[in-house]
């Protein structure tokens, strides 16, 4: 006897829920069925018939990373307004939690995060659970491990950003079928699926890395939208410098390995962020700094533009109500007293509008790294990777600091800026700060600065001290603990599946 339809009943759309944030399952994109993807002869359902059909489930994996709310919108709102980078923006009560820190399970942008991500896993586990299942017998070995990798990598990128943010999270790599009395006990943890600790996380993360690193397409410095090889490497390096699976030696080898493929800063940093000169296109796509990108053409739609500030391509267009991500009056210090003209002017731009919130409205600060409905989001780039080399060399147990601050100067070059004084040099403490401080030069608003603080515990120490020394931050609400660093799993997703459990603190 099948019991989907009974449960559903019972749950009153608790199974539409876990289609969407439990059992993984869930494809709006691209579905298949019996009827359009037809029954092998020996009964088992054929999920692709086809190599176009895997195609089409590899596309949808790309257009999925284009997502701007969850990938990029919501992530900077974490990243940036959640640390001493920038104001949360509005007053919004899904919003100014991030800025005064009293984030709760009831905040509906963490609700939106977590549903969205894990309907992005269906989508990768769908992929490379079933690539090797094409009924036409048409993919050789090697493709279809092409295609695994590229699952696996896309996964990766959820699960990492997932287990930064809530710590223990689900972690399913399976498609649950249907619930029937045979099946029961095996099948219903997919639905409702437990926790999984963070070293656990971590380790299916880099184990579908280190599969990417032997099978993913090599990397294409003309089209960096590819899950590559060199994709798996940057990310693994990022995996590496976390605490729960640190391995500072190896944060060096795939850095160094990234560089190998050819990946280097450009020259000019205007080349990631800017206009062309006719304010008709952005400068630069597939730059060789960037490792991977989201990319947008006219039509294209990135209206990430008039979220943050101005779409310059159509200049009024949303600009009649405040945006998120105001950069704050502590990060624009930082870039006046360093000097730093040059990544100041590429990342925060002032306009004239109608609201006065935190600036003055004739001479207002907004976000400047994403410009147009046409700008590509980065959402791996070398400075990063780079930056990471640099953190490893200081903090490895025998520390390397003249050869941190050889790299800590090559991106200071790159902005024109002194080199680091020897002073500094000579010092680990010394170097660490130097590193986070030009690590939060380099990358603001790419979504990097709150995880820099977590990884390195300097939350406490940086979030409660900002309030005092930054005369236009909101009153902070709750401080800053250990608590703090993972944020609130939803209390909905909590209320529908009782296998979870709340983090600490919330």
């Known amino acids: 006897m099948k019991l989907k339809n009974i449960l559903g009943a019972l749950l009153m759309g608790t199974l539409a829920f ?8 869930y494809d709006p994109v691209s579905s298949y069925s019996d009827v359009t993807e037809g029954v092998a002869e020996n009964g088992k359902e054929v999920v692709f018939k086809d190599k176009a059909a895997v195609d089409a489930q590899l596309e949808a994996i790309y257009n999925r990373l284009k997502e701007q709310e969850h ?65 036409d017998k048409s993919l050789s070995e090697a493709e279809i491990k092409r295609y695994k990798a590229q699952g696996m990598i896309f996964r990766s990128l959820i699960f990492f950003d997932m287990v930064r943010i809530w710590g223990n999270i689900p972690v399913v790599t399976q498609i649950a079928p249907d619930i029937t009395s045979e099946n029961f006990d095996e099948v219903y943890p997919l639905y409702f699926p437990k926790q999984t600790p963070e070293i656990d996380t971590y380790k299916q993360i880099e184990s579908d890395l280190l599969y990417a690193v032997e099978n993913a397409p090599n ?9 590559t090889k060199t994709v798996a490497r940057a990310l693994l390096a990022k995996v590496y410098a976390e605490k729960p699976l640190r391995d500072y030696d190896k944060v060096i080898k795939y850095s160094n390995e990234v560089a190998a493929d050819g990946v280097d800063l450009v020259d000019d940093f205007s080349l990631l962020f800017g206009m062309n000169d006719e304010v008709t296109d952005i400068k630069a796509r597939n730059t060789k700094e960037s490792i ?7 039509g294209g739609g990135n209206w990430c533009s008039w979220m943050f500030g101005r779409n310059l391509l159509n200049w009024d267009e949303q600009f009649s109500w405040a945006k998120w991500v105001t950069p704050s009056r502590d990060l624009i210090k930082l870039y006046q007293t360093e000097g ?14 109608g609201w006065n919130y935190y600036y003055p409205k004739d001479n207002y600060a907004f976000m400047y790294k994403c410009r147009s409905s046409n700008s ?12 990471l080399k640099a953190e490893a060399l200081i903090m490895k147990a025998s520390p390397e600091l003249s050869a941190a601050a050889d790299i800590i100067d090559k991106v200071r070059t790159r902005a024109k800026l002194a080199k680091l004084p020897s002073t500094v040099k000579s010092s680990k403490d010394s170097m660490l700060d130097a590193l986070l401080k030009e690590r939060r030069m380099e990358l603001a608003f790419e979504g990097e600065r709150w995880f820099d603080l977590v990884r390195l515990d300097k939350v406490e120490s940086t979030m409660n001290a900002v309030y005092g020394k930054d005369s236009g931050r909101r009153p902070i609400q709750v401080s800053f603990t250990q608590n703090s660093y993972r944020l609130p799993i939803p209390l909905a997703v909590i209320q529908v599946n009782s296998n979870l459990v709340q983090n600490e603190g919330y």
Not at 91 to 117: C, H, K, Q, V
Not at 219 to 227: A, F, G, Q, V
Not at 292 to 297: D, M, P, R, S
């Open 71 to 135: 990938w990029y919108t919501d992530k900077l709102m974490i990243a940036e307004c959640h640390s001493d980078n920038a104001y949360a923006g509005s007053f919004g009560a899904e919003i100014l939690p991030f800025e005064d820190n009293s984030l709760d399970g009831t905040n509906s942008i963490m609700e939106r995060d977590w549903n969205r991500y894990l309907n992005d896993v269906g989508l990768a586990n769908k992929l490379v659970i079933y690539a090797d299942s094409v009924a």
């Open 340 to 353: 730093d003209v040059e990544r100041y002017e590429e990342s925060v731009v002032y306009y004239a509008c």
């Open 376 to 387: 590509s989001i980065i959402r791996l780039r070398y400075a990063d990777i780079l930056l």
């Open 292 to 298: 991977l990108e989201a990319q947008f053409v006219t």
């Open 18 to 25: 876990s289609a969407t944030s439990c059992s993984l399952d």
């Open 219 to 227: 990397i294409d410095h003309s089209n960096k939208r590819l899950m």
